[in-house]
């Protein structure tokens, strides 16, 4: 016994004006069925009312995009009036910062010159997966330009750190290392000033 189906589910609104206004036609007359329930009077109000909403919505659609456009160009515009302003206050003002902010505008900050370097912190050094290689990461640091990375046996001493590579990131590796050897490492940024203190050290057996 085989039975209709709608896929309603599967509608978009103007999909399912659409089907209703097909089986109207199609039962209108049709002497299959004489009484529908409900009545396709009633199916065509609905539908009719649906299809008045979805035009409604397109033409408000349209009209939020043209809104919009317009709010971009007269942004646009209102930001080039206020940058015209600008400097119409900064030469009137001779650079006086009580005279600019008694306009309502706000003062550029002055740059501050780059102090020394912090210490690295966070330092953790990890076996890589091949043989010799350490992987070492760091927490970063502002301003900084390069690591610069040592290692040491154990014990270190004062006299026992030798320089790695450089890195310019606080992830990198440490490559072609005494394997089954246990190393101290540590760390340093260095910024236009030069460098900052080493880091703590930290201790990592070399695979």
């Known amino acids: 016994m085989s039975k209709p189906k709608l896929n309603l589910q599967g509608l978009v609104p103007l999909s399912k004006v659409q089907l209703v206004n097909e ?3 199609q039962m209108t007359g049709n002497a299959h069925f004489i009484t ?6 009633a199916l ?3 539908s009719d009312a649906l299809s008045a909403i979805i035009s409604q919505i ?13 709010q971009e160009i007269l942004v646009t515009e209102l930001d080039a009036l206020l940058t015209g302003l600008m400097a119409y206050v900064e030469s009137a003002s001779g650079g006086e910062e009580t005279k600019i902010l008694s306009a309502g505008m706000g003062v550029r ?7 020394p370097m912090p210490q690295v912190t966070g330092l953790e050094v990890k076996a890589g997966d091949t043989p010799g290689v350490i992987l070492l990461r760091h927490d970063s640091v502002k301003g900084a330009k390069v690591y610069e990375r040592q290692r040491s046996p154990d014990p270190f001493t004062n006299a ?12 990198s590796n440490a490559t072609d290392l ?17 460098p900052g203190p080493w880091s703590d050290p930290a201790i990592k057996t070399v695979p």
């Open 23 to 25: 089986i109207v036609t």
């Open 109 to 115: 900050g002055k740059p501050t010159p780059p102090g």
């Open 36 to 41: 529908p329930t409900p009545t396709l009077a």
């Open 178 to 194: 005494p394997s089954a050897t246990r190393c101290w490492f540590r760390v340093r940024a260095v910024g236009s000033k030069g």
């Open 44 to 46: 065509t109000t609905k």
């Open 58 to 70: 397109s033409l408000t659609e349209q009209q939020l995009e043209q809104h919009n456009l317009t």
């Open 160 to 171: 026992s750190w030798v320089n790695l590579d450089s890195s310019t990131k606080a992830s």
